[in-house]
T-cell receptor
């Protein structure tokens, strides 16, 4: 069974600082990778996703993530965070292929951005 | 206005009572899912359904039941057999039953057992 690890439980940054949230998964085959974000009081929503092709994926609100297959990682980055980025971020994975649409989520990372 | 609706937003129940959480979608999606979210635990899959009248257990199905009689509806019943039901419950749907399809989430129902 696949699993997802998010190493940071809570990250606190000042505005304009750079962000990198770690995500590692354990599954040896083809995977599809997702980052979801949950802003305070809002629905969980998709930030970006990777299926194939260019391992550097760009998402909404200036976020990007890089898939490094050899490291089983899919870290989320943003060059300069804003107060409005305060939210909880979840990495998720499913095994690519027919019938493999169950998402396995990491435990989430809370990001607090200080103005 | 398209999307996923969950009701109620907050739900309180006494120990030993069954309670049903509603999930409706008007996105014409085939697949629907129920997740449980606990602090520090992330999301865990309870049940999912690929098509009407069909559903499968997820990772933590014990103490829960579901039905899928209509494409747009996927209610979750939390039974008295669920040992620790207090949690935030999220419903999701996806257009097709493929591994690359995005899941869209509802606003959630917070269940508290008194």
């Amino acid at each position: 069974a696949q699993s997802v690890s998010q190493h940071n439980h809570h990250v606190i940054l000042s505005e304009a600082a750079s962000l990198e949230l770690g995500c590692n998964y354990s599954y040896g085959g083809t995977v599809n990778l997702f980052w979801y974000v949950q802003y305070p009081g809002q629905h969980l929503q998709l930030l970006l996703k990777y299926f194939s092709g260019d391992p550097l994926v760009k998402g909404i609100k200036g976020f990007e993530a890089e898939f490094i297959k050899s490291k089983f990682s899919f870290n989320l980055r943003k060059p300069s965070v804003q107060w409005s980025d305060t939210a909880e971020y979840f990495c998720a994975v499913n095994a690519g292929g027919a019938g493999s649409y169950q998402l396995t989520f990491g435990k989430g990372t809370k990001l607090s951005v200080i103005p | 206005d398209g999307g996923i609706t969950q009701s109620p937003k907050y739900l309180f129940r006494k120990e030993g009572q069954n309670v049903t959480l509603s999930c409706e979608q008007n996105l014409n999606h085939d697949a629907m899912y129920w997740y449980r979210q606990d602090p520090g635990q992330g999301l865990r899959l309870i049940y999912y359904s690929q098509i009407v009248n069909d559903f499968q257990k997820g990772d933590i199905a014990e103490g829960y039941s579901v039905s899928r009689e209509k494409k747009e509806s996927f209610p979750l019943t939390v039974t008295s057999a669920q040992k620790n039901p207090t949690a935030f419950y999220l419903c999701a749907s996806s257009a097709q039953v493929t591994s690359t399809d995005t899941q869209y989430f509802g606003p959630g129902t917070r269940l508290t057992v008194l």
